[in-house]
């Protein structure tokens, strides 16, 4: 095995977790010192993991430079850089937060606190896209602190998606009737919406947008890689041919096909660098069929729950970020041209639940031309606690599919 001069230390314990994990096992045959607040299956039974390191409080922004400190006093080592990864949008806002302190144990790559800001905070962000000229969809927003008269637009049409703009914020919250996302057909069901989510103390703004019509084979989704230096080094797009559909995980991906579209490509490449961006960046965009053009929703300031496809073409997320990390080196832009099935739904699933002829038929061939991938069964994890798990899990997910619509 080849002498590594890093230690990755990843924070988190999900799904997102796992799948960063096994690139670095599958790129440098290491296991990662996990980082979490309680045990989640994903990691919890795997053997991918070297160690997880159980904290209850690391979800505190006082607590989590000090336990960060303290992991990073346990397994330094003379010689090895300490590699940090954040997995979720808390995690990755506290380590930017913390980012002079935590530069005394670790390496990392996330933007500033300004640009995180610009991007996370979904009102900024869609006045950061009017800025530059980016397609997204019509917007507007109403303050949740105080309701004092109902939402009214005689010119909207409906339906309309809901969504919380400071969405860190409104992960903690814990309320009945709860979702990810809203979608409401009249201005009853978004007045309904917004004193829901008033009661349940969310004291912040909610982005109210057009729906653009269209199933889940018109959701698209982008991986980058920008270095250190703002200078993006991977490019990846990918065609997404499922989405969870129960109301909690709107928007989380469970298929994707990777593509090669190279102005759309640059497109999101020229956005990155034109503001400094630098880390991983997940667009999710929409391709509207009104006016053929892509609406980007949001740029999310990590690698996502499904960019593990951007491994499986031969971008490992891993060497990305200790070629630039750890090894300082200065890699050529790659845009990916493979085309790959990324899934986590069992193949039935995929057969039942594509509504798109073509791309159901798609994902067959690929099927069976062994151009497709489940991370969760990843080869390397020896785990049969695990493995009982997922075959509960995917049995599961076709129970999910028949029960819920979006």
């Known amino acids: 095995m080849q002498k590594l001069n890093f230690i990755p230390i990843i924070v988190g ?26 045990p989640l299956s994903f990691t919890e039974y795997s053997t991918i993991p070297g160690t997880i390191e159980y904290y209850p409080k690391l979800h505190e922004p006082t607590e989590f430079p000090k336990i960060l400190a303290e992991v990073a006093q346990k397994y330094q080592q003379p010689g090895k850089k300490l590699l940090l990864i954040g997995t979720s949008d808390m995690y990755v806002r506290y380590i930017v937060e913390n980012a002079d302190f935590l530069r005394q144990y670790y390496v990392f790559n996330y933007p500033t606190l300004e640009i995180m800001n610009q991007l996370q905070y979904k009102k900024n962000f869609y006045q950061l896209c009017e800025e530059l000229g980016v397609d997204y ?67 912040d703004e909610v982005i109210i947008q057009e729906y653009i019509p269209g199933e889940d084979t018109d959701m698209w989704d982008g991986v980058l890689y920008a270095n250190q230096a703002g200078k993006v080094k991977l490019v990846a797009l990918g065609q997404v041919v499922l989405q969870e559909h129960t109301p909690t995980a709107i928007g989380n991906y469970t298929g994707i096909i990777s593509r090669y579209n190279l102005p759309l490509m640059q497109k999101m490449q020229a956005l990155l660098e034109k503001i400094g961006y630098t880390g991983f960046a997940n667009f999710d965009l929409k391709y509207d069929k009104r006016d053929q053009k892509y609406k980007l929703f949001e740029i999310n300031i990590r690698q996502g729950r499904s960019s593990y496809y951007i491994t499986q073409t031969g971008h490992n997320m891993a060497a990305l970020l200790v070629d630039d990390c750890v090894d300082q080196l200065d ?76």
Do not use: M
């Open 331 to 406: 890699q050529p832009i790659e845009y990916n041209d493979k085309t790959f099935l990324f899934t986590i739904v069992p193949k039935k699933v995929l057969r039942d639940f594509v509504p798109d002829p073509q791309i159901n038929q798609e994902c067959r061939q690929l099927i069976k031309k062994k151009q497709w991938g489940n991370p969760l069964f990843y080869r390397g994890d020896k785990s049969s606690k695990r493995k009982l798990f997922l075959a509960a899990r995917q049995l599961n997910y076709v129970r999910k599919y028949r029960n819920n619509k979006w």
């Open 137 to 203: 969809p019509r917007t507007s927003y109403f303050d949740c602190r105080e309701i004092t008269a109902p939402y009214h637009d005689d010119q909207v049409k409906y339906p309309l998606i809901i969504k919380p703009s400071n969405v860190v914020k409104y992960y903690d919250l814990h309320f009945e009737g709860k979702k990810k996302i809203y979608r409401v057909h009249s201005e009853e069901e978004v007045n309904r919406v917004l004193n829901l989510l008033h009661e349940a103390k969310y004291d």
């Open 13 to 38: 314990t999900d799904i997102n977790t796992y799948n960063v994990a096994i690139s670095f096992h599958e790129q440098y045959g290491i296991h990662p010192i996990l980082v979490g607040s309680a």
